[in-house]
Nanobody, 121 residues
């Protein structure tokens, strides 16, 4: 069994900062790409940022220069540092990981339960 557990969401004023964390645990052999997605109210889920096991990153245009994704491979954990937050960043943020379970033939994608981020104006 594999779990992705997110933490760090909350309510913040515009211009503020939050740091999200997501830890993968369970019968894991290796974690490959990890990423953060978000789903604003009434909209579809969208990619925010992704990071490979080697540390290569990519970002949505809307967050470039404000958000930073990082990871700790030893802890199977990915982080999202969010600065200069805007009301339009309000959404449920989900962690995603492509990982290989012990005894499995190939990697699969897993999702966290989501954490609410609300930015007030």
């Amino acid at each position: 069994q594999v779990q992705l557990v997110e933490s760090g969401g909350g309510l913040v004023q515009a211009g503020g900062s939050l740091r999200l964390s997501c830890a993968a645990s369970g019968s894991i052999f290796r974690v490959y790409a990890m990423g953060w997605y978000r789903q604003p109210p009434g909209k579809q889920r969208e990619l925010v940022a992704g990071i490979t096991r080697g540390g290569s990153t990519n970002y949505a245009d809307s967050v470039k220069g404000r958000f930073t994704i990082s990871r700790d491979n030893a802890k199977n954990t990915v982080y999202l540092q969010m600065n200069s937050l805007k009301p339009e960043d309000t959404a449920v943020y989900y962690c995603n990981a492509d990982l290989l379970r012990l005894g499995s033939m190939g990697p699969q994608g897993y999702w966290g339960q989501g954490t609410q981020v609300t930015v007030s104006s």
